[in-house]
């Protein structure tokens, strides 16, 4: 089974950029890869953010965009804010089967 | 309002049986395909197993294969999650998650459940 790789924490300033990226052990990712990525706050669901590589979703600020950056899927969050300290998950399709990424612990610092 | 409702967790003993249930509302549900993620206690998510809208179609963990069983009543906007031979390592809150389409392959989690918390106890 593949394996997904995310750095397992990051710091970021208040109003400052980060990216947070999604690796995996079978090459690049692709779009056929489906890349989605997952926020979830202590105590919470997770809650589905940006879908198909930069697809957000209804609720996602424009604040959150995804893409793919080289050989990995990429989140990246500009003008980042207190609320969005929590734990990232980034999610890759190998034909039906879903394969998660260790997460990354976001501190909003 | 897109809603999904897991209930059936509990403590159970190694090599015990446990279904899992996910009641869902304000959606098509016959259109989306559905998939159970599990967390065990403070670690990462887990794709668990998935079906396809219909049912005709499913995927399961190689950590579940041959010990889960998912299923799916269209008519009463169930999905299931039959689990026997359970193991400590199963220990975990189940989240129930629907897809944006039928498929499960192609289609992204869209909403996501509160969960249920599932302990075995060896």
């Known amino acids: 089974q593949a394996v997904v790789t995310q750095e397992p924490s990051l710091t970021v300033s208040p109003g400052g950029t980060v990216t947070l990226t999604c690796d995996s052990s079978?090459?690049?990712?692709?779009?056929?890869?489906?890349p989605c990525w997952f926020q979830q706050k202590p105590g919470q669901a997770p809650r589905t953010l940006i879908y198909?590589?930069?697809n957000r979703h209804s609720w996602t600020p424009a604040r959150f965009t995804g893409s793919l950056l080289g050989d990995k899927a990429a989140l990246t969050l500009s003008g980042a804010q207190p609320d969005d300290e929590a734990d990232y998950y980034c999610?890759?399709?190998?034909?039906?089967?879903?394969?998660f990424g260790g997460g990354t612990k976001l501190t909003v610092l | 309002e897109v809603r999904l409702l897991e209930s059936g967790g509990s403590l159970v003993q190694s090599g015990g049986s446990l279904r899992l249930s996910c009641v869902a509302s304000?959606?098509?549900?016959?259109?989306?395909?559905m998939s159970w993620v599990r967390q065990a206690p403070g670690k990462g998510l887990e794709s668990v197993s998935s079906?396809?809208?219909?049912?005709?179609?499913?995927y399961y963990a190689d950590s579940v294969v041959g010990r889960f069983t998912v299923s799916r009543d269209n008519f009463d906007n169930t999905l299931y999650l039959q689990m026997t031979s359970l193991r400590a390592e199963d220990t975990a809150v189940y989240y129930c998650?629907?897809?944006?389409?039928?498929?499960?392959?192609?289609?992204?989690?869209?909403?996501w459940g509160q969960g249920t918390m599932v302990t075995v106890s060896s």
């Open positions: 998650a629907n897809h944006f389409g039928n498929t499960y392959i192609y289609d992204a989690l869209d909403i």
């Open positions: 304000g959606f098509t549900f016959g259109s989306c395909a």
């Open positions: 079906i396809s809208g219909s049912g005709s179609s499913t």
């Open positions: 079978t090459g690049a990712v692709t779009s056929g890869h489906y």
């Open positions: 198909d590589v930069g």
């Open positions: 999610l890759l399709s190998y034909n039906g089967a879903r394969v």
